[in-house]
């Protein structure tokens, strides 16, 4: 069975930092592309970071560049977002997704079919 359980989230104080996990089972973390994404309440959900096996770039949007880092630990089929300098339009809940297509980068941002449960990541200004 394919899952994807985040962790990590919390309320934190504008300029504070966390790090989110994202353990996967049921498939190997360094063979799929894995994808960071987070909606905000009465917004649309929006990708944050990704990371693919067929380029093995990692791409953030434009928002949390120089703020967020992608990393990940395959011994542990965990994948990571550090979040520092932390703003308050930070806010939301952040989903941890998957897929298997070839493709890498923004452009497949809407191919993630596999996704955790998300985790409450707030920030107080």
């Known amino acids: 069975e394919v899952q994807l359980v985040e962790s990590g989230g919390g309320l934190v104080q504008a300029g504070g930092s966390l790090r989110l996990s994202c353990t996967a089972s049921g498939f190997t973390v360094d063979d799929v592309a894995i994808g960071w994404f987070r909606q905000a309440p009465g917004k649309e959900r929006e990708g944050v970071s990704s990371t693919a096996p067929i380029d093995g770039r990692t791409y953030y949007v434009d928002s949390v560049k120089g703020r967020f880092t992608f990393s990940s630990d395959n011994a542990k089929n965990t994948v990571y977002l550090q979040m520092n300098s932390l703003k308050p339009e930070d806010t939301a809940v952040y989903y941890c997704?998957?897929?298997?297509?070839?493709?890498?980068?923004?452009?497949?941002?809407?191919?993630?079919?596999?996704w955790g449960q998300g985790t409450q990541v707030t920030v107080s200004s």
């Open positions: 997704a998957a897929h298997d297509y070839y493709c890498s980068g923004y452009g497949c941002w809407d191919l993630y079919d596999n």
